[in-house]
């Protein structure tokens, strides 16, 4: 019997996937809990309306994100930190301290986790971050760290 499965079910298939199962299966387990539907002509078409409509939803979030890492590589964030000699900063600069800078300043909201920063910036002076603002899509950010 071919089914269309709601959800993902172990050692048959993701969410989506039209699968062919024995009968009693699909009637005793999968479709008294809600994991499948039978794949007849109507559901067959609701299931290609609703890959459509996702596959649309996704290109529409590329779209917005590539806009959005536009607008960040135009932007350049300068963040002032107390230093002491030779230009060392009295602790350092997080990539929280840049997500707050970059909404406060700039009208632009990235989540934190999202900053590439390998290490915190210690020291005055002029980074290059990069920012993974969607699976696939980079936007370059400089970070010019001044005395205050």
């Known amino acids: 019997m071919k089914v269309i499965l709601l959800d993902r079910v ?3 298939g993701e969410k989506g ?9 699909a009637r005793n387990y999968l479709f008294p809990r809600n994991l499948a539907v ?3 002509a109507a559901n067959m078409k609701e299931l290609e309306k609703q890959k459509k409509a996702q596959k649309q939803q996704e290109e529409e979030e590329l779209a917005k994100a590539k806009e959005l890492a536009a607008k960040i590589e135009k932007t350049t964030v300068e963040i002032k930190a107390k230093s002491g000699e030779a230009g060392r900063l009295f602790g350092s600069v997080t990539s929280k301290d840049i997500a707050d800078v970059m909404n406060k300043k700039h009208g632009i909201k990235i989540d934190r986790r999202k900053i590439v920063l390998p290490d915190p910036i210690r020291e005055l002076g ?4 990069e920012i993974r603002v969607h699976p696939g899509v980079v936007a370059k950010l400089k970070v010019h760290v001044i005395e205050e």
């Open 38 to 40: 039978e794949a007849n």
């Open 10 to 12: 172990k050692g048959h």
């Open 17 to 25: 996937d039209v699968v062919d199962v024995s009968a009693g299966y």
């Open 126 to 129: 002029v980074k290059n971050l």
